[in-house]
């Protein structure tokens, strides 16, 4: 199993521009989420999505939109990207919500300038 | 929703000396996950504790939930070069949200 993957693993972007940052897992889980880590910070929560077809907004979603139109896959969408939103994205899947272990993906380090 | 504080933010110790981070609460707590995330890595799950004043060990580590599930502790014995990175606590998100809230981390560094 590969578990979680994303891709890009490391993109710059221009002011205004937009991408998409792709998470894909292996493992069947129904959940799975968006964060992002800012230097020496924690994880805040962008999105999460409990199974194909339903997503919610955690603590900072604005900014960011989501899908899940398959179990697999869960990409994040940028639009209009801002300097603010320069940090290290992680998705992460679990088979069900916060009583289970999350595994997380390698991340994607973004660069907004 | 809940939200959890850990302390110390960095943590100094010389290889061999025991390390301690710390997670707090003010309300009651339903369940406490530890999370290792190495420098330049992404974070893996270490254990999850759900019960008033239970331990369980892995190792070199100890963890503990508090009686009254407010709070939690990670206890590294003898600590290894292999140790470096930053601990994370998380609890369950709660108000309405089915996922966890992370703490800010403890960064240990260790010095040979």
């Known amino acids: 199993n590969a578990g979680v993957t994303q891709t890009p693993k490391f993109r710059i972007l221009k002011i205004g521009q937009s991408m998409t940052l792709q998470c894909a897992q292996d493992?069947?889980?129904?959940?799975m989420y968006w964060y992002r880590q800012d230097p020496g910070m924690g994880l805040k929560l962008i999105y999460y999505s409990v199974g194909a077809g339903i997503t919610d907004k955690g603590e900072v979603p604005n900014g960011y939109n989501v899908s899940r139109s398959t179990t697999e896959d869960f990409p994040l969408r940028l639009e209009l990207a801002a300097p603010s939103q320069t940090s290290v994205y992680f998705c992460?899947?679990?088979?069900?919500?916060?009583?289970?272990?999350?595994?997380f993906g390698p991340g994607t380090r973004l660069t907004v300038t | 929703g809940q939200q959890v504080m850990q302390i110390p933010q960095y943590q100094h110790v010389q290889e061999g000396e025991d390390f301690t981070t710390y997670c707090n609460s003010s309300?009651?707590?339903?369940?406490i996950q530890w999370y290792k995330q190495r420098p330049g890595g992404h974070p893996v799950f270490l254990i999850q504790?759900?019960?008033?004043?239970e331990v369980k060990k892995q190792k070199r580590l100890t963890f503990q939930f508090g009686e009254a599930k407010k709070n939690s502790s990670l206890h590294i014995t003898a600590t290894q070069t292999t140790d470096v990175g930053t601990y994370f606590c998380?609890?369950?998100?709660?108000?309405?949200?089915?996922?966890?809230?992370f703490g800010k981390g403890t960064h240990l560094i260790i010095q040979p």
């Open positions: 504790l759900v019960k008033s004043g």
């Open positions: 309300t009651t707590l339903s369940n």
């Open positions: 493992m069947n889980h129904n959940y």
């Open positions: 998380a609890c369950h998100s709660g108000g309405g949200a089915d996922g966890l809230t």
């Open positions: 992460a899947s679990s088979q069900a919500g916060g009583y289970y272990e999350q595994y």
